[in-house]
Every structure is written in C-alpha cells, then in structure tokens.
Nanobody, 117 residues
Framework: QVQLVESGGGLVQPGESLRLSCAASGSIFSLNVMGWYRQIPGKQRELVATSTSGGSTNYADSVKGRFTISRGNTKNTVYLQMNSLKPDDTAVYYC???????????WGKGTLVTVSS
C-alpha cells in the first residue's frame, strides 16, 4: 500500500551540497515520523535525521549543522538538504516513514550518495 521513492543521489566533491527527496504514496496517517537513514559501506544502517508531524526534528551528531530535514507543504514528501559533504557521508540513504497510531514502518529502496574528489 505505502511506497517510498527516493531521488537526488549522486556523485559530489567534498564540501559540496546535495538535496535528497522522498515521495510517499498510499495512506499515510497524519501522526507520523518521517526521516532519513543511511548505510555506510562496511557499517550498519544508522539514523541521519527525523521529522515528526508535530514539527520536531532530530539529527545524528555526525550531521548536525550540515544536514537539514524538511517536509513538503502539500504532499507526503520529505527532503534532506546536505551541505558541506564529507567522504564519510558516502552511503546509501534510505527514506523512512513510521506511523504513530498504528505502529507501521515503511522504507524506500535507497539512493546512493558518493562524496569523493
């Protein structure tokens, strides 16, 4: 029923910026948490940033001050603005939606971000 599609990944040089987008289709309840996770090569998947329907945001310490999560105004869409990218940011980035009312969790297929000179 619910599908998440990420876009915006690619190859950038250190210090440059990239913006990821995630579009959710299906029945997404209004009370939810949308976010981004990533899997760095050789490491386990980790939280990057989350945004609640109530307006609260949370960031991993490794991306604070550099990444910004935001939501679309009229659609079930979430964005991740990534600035000052580092080689350590290289990873597959996954969109996630978690509903509060019925405790459902949904994942996108991921988009690859490569930071290299």
């Amino acid at each position: 029923q619910v599908q998440l599609v990420e876009s915006g990944g690619g190859l950038v040089q250190p210090g440059e910026s990239l913006r990821l987008s995630c579009a959710a289709s299906g029945s997404i309840f209004s009370l939810n948490v949308m976010g981004w996770y990533r899997q760095i090569p050789g490491k386990q998947r980790e939280l990057v940033a989350t945004s609640t329907s109530g307006g609260s945001t949370n960031y991993a310490d490794s991306v604070k001050g550099r990444f910004t999560i935001s939501r679309g105004n009229t659609k079930n869409t979430v964005y991740l603005q990534m600035n000052s990218l580092k080689p350590d940011d290289t990873a597959v980035y996954y969109c996630n939606v978690r509903t509060i009312s019925n405790a459902m969790n949904y994942w996108g297929k991921g988009t690859l971000v490569t930071v290299s000179s």
